[in-house]
């Protein structure tokens, strides 16, 4: 097995994480695994220590890459990634019909971002 952590790309990531911590959590992390040391009595016994871990690492990343919207839209020549993103966010409110002062739950899995635009806009 190859001594290059698989995770070390993540060091400079950020998000809900704050960037000085991600190192320390993405160790915490790979500590569960066999191939740091860790065995399957151990993540049994941290199950929801290992779970947050890696949802605060994967939503890190996410956050790194797309914001605070964790999803994907087309992109017309000359927009940016950001721009198409709230484009469709805005295009779903509508084709939804949705109007100021409307309550809408958010059942999706993210950090609530498409929802937050969408009152903005509306």
């Not at 993405?26 to 049994?44: A, L, P, S, V």
Request: proline fraction near 2%.
């Amino acid at each position: 097995m190859s001594n290059s952590r698989p995770l070390s790309f993540v060091t400079n990531v950020g998000g809900r994480i704050q960037k000085e911590e991600v190192k320390s959590a993405m160790e915490q992390y790979e500590k569960f695994h066999d191939c740091y040391g860790g065995n399957e009595e151990t993540r049994k016994a941290n199950a929801a220590d290992l779970s947050k871990k890696y949802y605060d690492l994967v939503t890190s990343f996410y956050e790194y890459g797309w914001g605070d919207s964790f999803h994907f839209a087309n992109r017309y020549k000359g927009e940016t990634l950001r721009e198409s993103i709230k484009r469709y966010e805005h295009f779903l409110a509508l084709q939804l019909g949705l109007k100021r002062g409307m309550k809408v739950l958010d059942v999706g899995c993210g950090i609530g971002g498409p929802l937050r635009e969408i009152a903005r806009f509306r």
